[in-house]
């Protein structure tokens, strides 16, 4: 696609399945006027379970292919992905890059009257401890008490949101964050916020949930507006989306995540992933980075 | 890796993860003497929501490795690679290729006395209806009940085997199974076995569940004795275990599984399986089946 200026371009996004789109929607609902291309990489989610080696080698293809479709930013919204590989993305792009862990960390800093912020993700989001570490950069005085729970990516998945089987591995993940005395706590994976009624009921009234999607979509305006590259109002939108298997499935549980219709998604291979990273390796070699 | 025949060569076995332990635990207690050789594809893990296209390149990619190594007799652990990749990798490679459906859809037949049958098992599983087609081409008149149930492997992964939660999971899961009739149920998937009390729990002690793994490893040893392919006595024993990603993490979760201590894991590129795919392409093409 041609674009006559850098702002005409469109939002790149990408994440390991259908989570991202909790940022997606709340970056549509600010930004009405932006064109996005959404990037699912379902035929190797979820990410939360693999290696740090393994999250960086797929987000690096996810990044090379949607820098190659002529994007003006680029966002990470899988925090796994975020957690582990944002610097090494950073680096291997020209455009700016942001992952959905530094918007989370900040609004929780900002929350906290007692000082005390919980956060919760995937197993690979709180090994790398990058919530604890962005936060703690901010303000070294915070305690940060950090759990995974990795059943409620798949529960989320099934579409169980606020049964009597998500409450009860909910009161078994957050048993010992309730007794931790925090008074916010990250939703540090995009699946969660579809779970924050249980979590609200779970953890009481009291403590402040922070929304990374929300988080991240406010930065995106700032960003996008701070350095002029706001879609000119002539420009015609576009929201497509590409999935790496099942798009009908992506549709479907993508249902709950948007108000969009995800009408146009197409499939890529991951071989064309590949492919991608790999041309942009040798245009990186010979000089030339995206 | 040499052998001076056929019968002292290793079995093969993959499986998407860890859940193809259960099989290789029943081929260890049965067959003590021989060599195997199993691949976990842990970067690519869980293969139950993927597409069939997907499933069959994944498979075929872990069945070159495999066949690769040198071995006598490959095994797809896997209910859903069996299910939709058994006769694309039976034409793919020339030694004997065994899937896990049949015997548990025989074993199936023979123990039901009212011709009624269940059968549990991932999404994929099911949407292929693989087991309902087996079942009924050795006796159409038995009447097949499915249901997937997709959180049984992130349960099992998270070693929830028996608590409040993964009951809840189960009655939801088998509320219409209880109703339907069935006196045998089919745990068509090789991380179900871990489930087996808290089904048993749900199901009632008169429906008989039917451990696809133990049927793999009965139809094995009769492959191998009645083909002549057993390990000679002489030739020393080894168990050799490759992973796609976490081999820390496949350890801890395969003691769950097995009584082997799972000592030599070795960490194996998804890209060196795409490119033992790729040779063994070629390979085919110049006119030589491995």
Redesign the interface.
Known sequence: MKFKNMADMPIGIFDSGVGGLTVLKEIHARLPAESTIYLGD????PYG???A??VIKYSLENGAFLVEKGIKLLIIACNTASAVSLNIIRNAFKIPVLGVIEPGAKAAVLATKNGRVGVIGTEATIQSGAYGRTIRDIDKHIVVVERSC??F???V??G?LD???VE??AR?YLAEMRLSNIDTLVLGCTHYPLLKKVIKKVMGDDVVLIDSAIEKAKNVTKILTSSGLLNTPETPTFRKYYV???PE?FQQIGKRFMVDSLEDITKIG??SL?EKAIEFKNAQCAGGLI
């Open positions: 379902t035929a190797r989610v379970i693999r290696s080696e393994t990795p059943l990516v798949p529960l998945e099934e169980w049964n009597e089987v009860l591995a078994r790496t298997d099942c499935r991951v071989s590949e």
